[in-house]
């Protein structure tokens, strides 16, 4: 499975950003997920979606404000960022996990994709 996300950009606080993760060799993955990393911090779980969309998970952050969805015919899942805040900078990273295990978990993880950078300005 390989992973290319994009979609980032520099938006100030308020606006919005549609990232994609498209995925090659979708068939050997069940789900995806989006994490984030700030500069000095861990990579955090953002929200995960399975590609028969049963299973939708969100962090408390961004419950309201994020959507993630799936698109199978392109082999793609986006992140819709809305109301975005400054404490939402950071690289967005999509991962696909190929074995069931928890989907909020960056651990349960198998493979990655570059990451893309999320600016947002106060």
């Known amino acids: 499975v390989q992973l290319q996300a994009c979609g980032g950009g520099l938006v100030q606080a308020g606006g919005s950003l549609r990232l994609s993760c498209a995925a090659s060799g979708r068939t050997f993955s069940n789900a995806v997920g989006w994490f984030r990393q700030a500069p000095g911090r861990q990579r955090d779980f953002v929200a995960a979606t399975t590609w028969s969309g049963s299973r939708l998970y969100y962090a408390d952050s961004v419950k309201g404000r994020f959507t993630i969805a799936r698109d199978i015919a392109k082999n793609t899942v986006y992140l819709q960022m809305n109301t975005l805040k400054p404490e939402d900078t950071a690289v967005y990273y999509c991962?696909?996990?190929?074995?069931?295990?928890?989907?909020?978990?960056?651990?349960?993880?198998?493979?990655w994709g570059q990451g893309t950078q999320v600016t947002v300005s106060s």
């Open positions: 991962a696909a996990l190929t074995k069931m295990r928890d989907m909020r978990d960056k651990g349960s993880y198998d493979y």
